[in-house]
């Protein structure tokens, strides 16, 4: 088993790797296992919120799988508003978030691997979706202007950047006064074990990396977001992912069946709302 990276370079590294080599071969998960409880494609979406209207809704290629939850189903989006998708991957919510707002509305989506950025632009291409962009950039420093987003969604993302506060300054900064935070992630309800915070392949697989539940919300708010609240909470199902997590399962059972139950107790999924309130800080843009 690798020993968890310990440099932020290091650790993007890695998640870049990772998830350019599924953005290359369509595979699905977070991560390179199925360490959010998913299989194909299409199942785990539905097991995390997505409907059949939604699977069908997307171009084909969009669904890697790698969500946790469903933003998009309640975001409220209206029509004609602006929408940034933190770690848009293939563009599968991008593509459902430009349906919501519409013609007269605008999606925005950044990945920092250009593997996915170039799968989700030709996504977009193919399915014609003239009002939706993706822009290859870090969620810490966002290429996106301040006060000009109407609503941010994730999914089972920001679990993944080394400075989680960094990411929330970020988001407040480019949405507008009044604009809503809907996201889905993974965040701990107690400590990992030791095994598994050192795993790097439980880091890229949105486990080792997630910040304990009451963190996750009080980060929100010191970084100036209000109503922050968790709107759904989901148990995840590890059972398959012990395997593909490093962990070699042909020996130590006993060992084995202990970190299973652990990581059944230990992460949940959680969708997570926020406004921003005020007049917002002027910052210099960024395109």
């Known amino acids: 088993m690798k020993t968890k990276p310990t440099s932020e370079k290091t650790i ?12 290359r071969t369509g595979g699905s998960c977070c991560g390179p296992a199925p360490s959010c409880g998913c299989s194909a494609a299409s199942d785990a979406s539905r097991k995390v919120g997505y409907s059949d209207d939604d699977l069908s ?24 508003e602006t929408v940034l998708d933190l770690g848009s991957g293939g563009g599968f919510d991008a593509f459902l978030a430009a349906k919501k707002v519409g013609p007269a509305g605008r999606v925005i989506g950044v990945d920092m691997t250009p593997e996915m950025i170039e799968r989700a632009r030709a996504n977009a291409k193919r399915g014609g979706y003239s009002n939706v962009e993706f822009r290859l950039g870090e969620i810490e420093n966002l290429p996106v202007d301040d ?9 089972c993302v920001i679990n993944l950047a080394p400075d989680k506060g960094r990411v929330f300054a ?3 900064r480019v949405l507008k006064p009044g604009g809503r935070f809907m996201v889905s992630d993974t965040v701990m309800i107690r400590p990992l074990p030791e095994a598994i915070q050192k795993s790097v392949a439980a880091y890229v697989g949105c ?4 910040l304990m539940k009451e963190e996750y919300l009080s980060m929100l708010r010191a970084a100036g977001f209000a109503k922050a609240e968790i709107v759904k909470d989901s148990p995840i199902d590890f059972a398959s992912a012990i395997r593909d997590l490093g962990f070699p399962t042909d020996k130590n ?12 107790d230990s992460i949940t999924s959680i969708t997570v709302a926020a406004v921003k309130e005020g007049a917002g800080r002027k910052n210099a843009k960024r395109n």
């Open 253 to 264: 059972p006993a060992e084995l069946a202990e970190i299973s139950e652990a990581l059944q």
């Open 207 to 210: 486990i080792s990396g997630a």
């Open 147 to 155: 006060n000009s987003v109407d609503v941010i969604i994730s999914n």
């Open 170 to 172: 970020e988001a407040l």
């Open 57 to 80: 809704a997307a171009p084909d290629g969009a669904n890697l799988g790698l969500g946790c939850g469903n933003p998009v189903a309640i975001a409220s989006l209206r029509q004609g």
């Open 12 to 23: 993007k590294d890695e998640i870049r790797n990772s998830y350019g080599t599924i953005a």
